[in-house]
């Protein structure tokens, strides 16, 4: 069964850092790439990052870019995301999710989509 | 990356159908076919309902149904459930090679 748990959530006062991980189980986590999706309270969802499979490639939402770093370590199944510089506008439930991949016959491609998600992890940055 | 633009809510009787729309830009939702969908019950994490604009992940009712026409995209959900109640979202990817989510909608079952 597909899991992943995020942990590393909490309280944190304007300019301070936080690192959230994400853990995953139940698939090959290496060959899947991850995101990081939050949400504020009462709002919407709202995409932050992505890596690839093996970390090599990551992406960032303009709102995050320089502030924000994602990483993976394959071997612990565990995804992360550090976060420095917080602002009161970083509060939200983060969300790691997995990207969708498919496989043929003869290759296997990753979706842009998210089809499995954790429980999220409550961030709130208030002085 | 300005989200997706969604109807902020949407209502229907039990046995009813509800479309819930979804506009993006060429930039997004008018480029690629790699357009989804999401349902969040209060206080659950999101649930993938429809991926490439049609596809339905095992599991998921054949009452959902996904389409696409030029930078809008569709969510249509026939025979409405009690169940059905709550936020939808659509995804799409993007020409900057980063990902947007519509700002959501809320299905009432009356």
């Known amino acids: 069964e597909v899991q992943m748990v995020e942990s590393g959530g909490g309280l944190v006062q304007p300019g301070g850092s936080l690192r959230l991980s994400c853990a995953a189980s139940?698939?090959?986590?290496?060959?899947?790439?991850m995101h990081w999706v939050r949400q504020a309270p009462g709002k919407g969802l709202v995409w932050v990052s992505h890596?690839?499979?093996?970390?090599?490639?990551?992406r960032y939402a303009d709102s995050v870019k320089g502030r924000f770093t994602i990483s993976r370590d394959n071997a612990k199944n565990t995804l992360y995301l550090q976060m420095n510089s917080l602002r009161a506008e970083d509060t939200a439930v983060y969300y790691c999710?997995?990207?969708?991949?498919?496989?043929?016959?003869?290759?296997?491609?990753?979706?842009?989509?998210?089809?499995?998600w954790g429980q999220g992890t409550l961030v709130t940055v208030s002085s | 990356q300005s989200a997706l633009t969604q109807p902020p809510s949407v209502s229907g009787s039990p046995g009813q159908s509800v479309t819930i729309s979804c506009t993006g830009t060429?930039?997004?939702?008018?480029?690629?076919?790699?357009l989804s969908w999401y349902q969040q019950p209060p206080g659950t994490a999101p649930k993938l309902m429809i991926y490439?604009?049609?596809i339905r992940p095992s599991g998921v009712p054949d009452r959902f149904s996904g389409s696409k026409s030029g930078n809008t995209a569709s969510l249509t959900i026939s025979g409405l459930q009690a169940e059905d109640e709550a936020d939808y979202y659509c995804?799409?990817?993007?020409?900057?090679?980063?990902?947007?989510f519509g700002g959501g909608t809320k299905l009432t079952v009356l």
């Open positions: 999710a997995r990207a969708g991949r498919y496989c043929s016959s003869t290759s296997c491609y990753t979706g842009d989509y998210f089809d499995y």
């Open positions: 139940g698939f090959t986590f290496s060959v899947y790439w």
């Open positions: 890596i690839n499979g093996d970390g090599s490639s990551t």
């Open positions: 060429s930039s997004d939702v008018g480029s690629y076919n790699r």
């Open positions: 490439e604009v049609s």
């Open positions: 995804s799409s990817y993007t020409s900057s090679s980063t990902w947007v």
